[in-house]
């Protein structure tokens, strides 16, 4: 530990997480060599404390426990003390969270793991109080009963150890089992129908409380229902994005989308917003846009965006990862109000008008009397209620929002962390490539081309994406390479420029390489030679965020479409193919994969564009403001075709003239169409 009474090893670390807790009085290490190597010299147990920077519940332990002076005594006199930052090393995350998964509870952070110096878990958990409470044990006991365990009854340890490395190993190749098959349109289809078995009537959204956006699964409800599913799929996907837009999990004065409901009305939320959320949120609202256009779909759009510009995008154009849910020693202290402020804020004419519309009161549905903004009685009930034309109300409501926010940025800022993240990056890009495309804002596909052009500056050396500029020692992931190629793809089509293709597919071959194992037929998160994993973790399952394996498979489909090769497509199918009964078995836990696979079905299918930039506006616009989501969409200008468009370029030109759009899916191609609306129906019709 340092020898300055007030700061520990991870003052000089780049994580912001690992900062917040340079103070600790706990001996803290940085996950590395220095912390294993002495593990194993002095043979002590490993403490492994795994969260990142926004995790409320990281926070409150830290405060709780690590900032306690006894607390860290004990953990410093029994065992090495390792912070790592979830979103630095995910496969380190996502291998302990299965101690605790075995172990029969829920996973989540912070995550608490006791490792021997073999890095065999032993014990682990998440959260633990100082004192006995919530029927969980007091840290201290826990602390001091596993000392005495490893000491005195090792064999016990070494037993218990073996068990769950074995139990890791097994959940680390689960889904691996079965058979290589291959898909139907029947299967999206199905897999659809039994996530809406899951659907909350009443409220939307899967489950009760607490409640998550969950779009990949959204997603999946509205590729079930073209594939043929009931009407009641799509009711059900549009009735959910309509609550998250008019709840309080959705920030209706400034933007984006908070972690997570805590209830199953999506009015309170777990305050924090995650860059990855609100990319893979944009994206589904302009979906929706395509396929039911609503002045509330553009609304959540163009605040997420606006939120994006204003509290999330570093000077280089790149994205920040997070936004805290506290301030000032308070969960959503920023973001919420009590009646009072509000009543002195807007003066009592615009403060009823608000009351009714956001539904606050003096008891307030938050902590200490505050209220979370939802939109209880819509404007144009409002008007109804009050007989008053709905664009007067509209423009006091617009008014209202305006002074809540002036005043609201008054306020102490919740923290941010800062870290660039290149998959989170991609994700992102992706996402503002399809709203741009969507909503017909060019702008916001200038802001993706911004982002993706700084992190291939910082993040793409020698062949390799790192996950972080800042660390060069740390290359960069499976979701790192899947999810940014796949915004690169997305961001190609946005503005029909191929250049983005060529990082695209240097990437995601490069991903191949590093993180294909042949022997599974699978792709491991980490690099193939990580060493410092207790077993390989592999890239499965979809999460609160897709599985690199899902966005590259995605990415491979699209430039199979997009190039005319055929290997990115063959290897997308070997791997969809291996995944099938998995999929089939557990449609929730491969969201974004049924998207890919669904893509896969129709053959790499493609809509390119012959003619110039400027001819080919209005075939262009025909397939943007169609739902088709899943082909692909290119142009070529005769006479100046790159080269990574030359296999797709022969045969194809302008018919007696004039600009033309060539379908092609399955492997075949429709005659060429001229007409802006014969097009449009084409690609209803896919």
């Known amino acids: 530990m340092s020898t300055a009474s007030t700061e520990n090893r991870l003052a000089k670390e780049a994580s912001a997480y690992l900062r917040q807790h340079a103070h600790n009085p706990v001996d803290w290490y940085p996950w590395g060599p220095e912390a294993l190597g002495r593990a194993r010299d002095e043979n002590r147990p490993l403490l492994l404390s795994v969260g990142y920077s926004a995790c409320h519940w990281c926070h409150v332990m830290a405060h709780e426990c690590f900032e306690d002076a006894e607390i860290a005594r004990l953990m410093n006199a029994h065992f090495i003390n390792v912070k790592v930052d979830r979103e630095e090393r995910p496969d380190l995350d996502q291998l302990y969270q299965g101690v605790v998964q075995l172990m029969g509870r829920g996973g989540g952070w912070p995550l608490t793991v006791f490792l021997t110096p073999a890095l065999e878990p032993f014990y682990g958990g998440t959260y633990f109080p100082p004192t006995d409470r919530h029927g969980l044990p007091a840290f201290p006991k826990l602390l001091l009963t596993l000392a005495e365990a490893y000491r005195a009854r090792a064999g016990e340890v070494a037993s218990q150890a073996e068990k769950f490395t074995a139990g890791l190993r097994h959940l680390s190749t689960y889904g691996l089992e079965a058979s290589p098959l291959d898909f139907t349109k029947e299967d999206v289809r199905d897999a659809g129908v039994e996530e809406a078995r899951e659907l909350d009537p009443e409220y939307g959204g899967f489950g009760m409380a607490p409640k998550f956006p969950s779009p990949m699964n959204v997603a999946l409800l509205l590729r079930a229902f073209r594939r043929g599913a009931d009407r009641t799929l799509l009711d059900g996907a549009l009735f959910t994005l309509e609550r998250m837009a008019k709840g309080g999990i959705y920030d209706q004065l400034g933007g984006g989308f908070h972690r997570y409901s805590v209830d199953r009305l999506w009015r309170v939320p777990h ?146 962390d800062e870290k660039v993240l290149a998959g989170w990056n991609g994700l992102m890009v992706r996402g503002l490539a399809a709203a741009a495309r969507a909503f017909d804002r060019s702008d916001w596909a200038d802001l993706a081309k911004a982002a993706a052009a700084a992190v291939l500056k910082t993040h793409w050396r020698d062949g390799h994406l790192l996950r972080l500029s800042s660390h060069s020692a740390h290359q960069g992931f499976l979701e790192d390479s899947g999810d940014f190629a796949s915004g690169l793809v997305a961001l190609a089509q946005a503005t029909l420029d191929a250049s983005w293709l060529i990082p695209a597919q240097a990437i995601a071959d490069a991903a191949v390489e590093a993180f294909w194992d042949e022997g599974k037929q699978a792709y491991t998160s ?133 600009p033309a759009a060539y379908l092609c899916r399955n492997f075949a191609c429709a005659p060429p169409l001229t007409e802006a609306g014969a097009l449009a129906a084409a690609l209803r019709a896919v």
């Open 271 to 416: 305050f924090e917003k995650m860059l990855y959320d609100n990319a893979q949120l944009l994206h589904l609202y302009a979906e929706a846009e395509l396929i039911e256009s609503r002045p509330l779909w553009r609304s959540v759009a163009e605040g997420t965006v606006g939120w994006l510009q204003r509290e999330m995008t570093a000077p280089s154009g790149a994205f920040y990862a997070t936004q805290d849910a506290d301030s000032e020693g308070e969960e959503g202290r920023f973001f919420t109000f009590t009646l009072e402020e509000m009543r002195r804020l807007l003066g009592q004419p615009l403060a009823d008008l608000a009351t009714l519309h956001f539904g606050c009161t003096v008891q307030g549905n938050f902590e200490h009397g505050r209220n979370v903004l939802e939109v209880q009685v819509p404007a144009k009930a409002l008007a109804e209620r009050l007989g008053e034309p709905l664009v007067e109300v509209e423009a006091r409501l617009a008014e209202v929002r305006a002074r809540l926010f002036l005043a609201r940025e008054g306020r102490v800022r919740p923290g941010r």
């Open 526 to 658: 980490a690099q193939k030679d990580t060493a410092d994993l207790l077993v390989p973790t592999y890239a499965l399952h979809d999460n609160a965020f897709p599985s690199g394996a899902s966005t590259l498979t995605e990415a491979q489909v699209a430039l199979s479409a997009l190039t005319g090769e055929a290997r990115p497509l063959e290897q997308a199918m070997r791997y969809l193919r291996r995944m099938r009964q998995a999929m089939v078995d557990n449609p929730f836990a491969y969201g974004h994969l049924w998207l890919a696979a669904d893509a896969a079905l129709d053959g790499a299918a493609e809509v390119m564009l012959v003619g110039t930039h400027e001819e080919v506006q209005g075939l262009r616009r025909a397939v943007d403001s169609t739902w088709a989501p899943t082909v692909a969409l290119g142009q070529l200008e005769p006479g100046r075709v790159p080269k990574v468009l030359a296999a797709v370029a022969e045969g194809r030109q302008r018919v007696e003239g004039r």
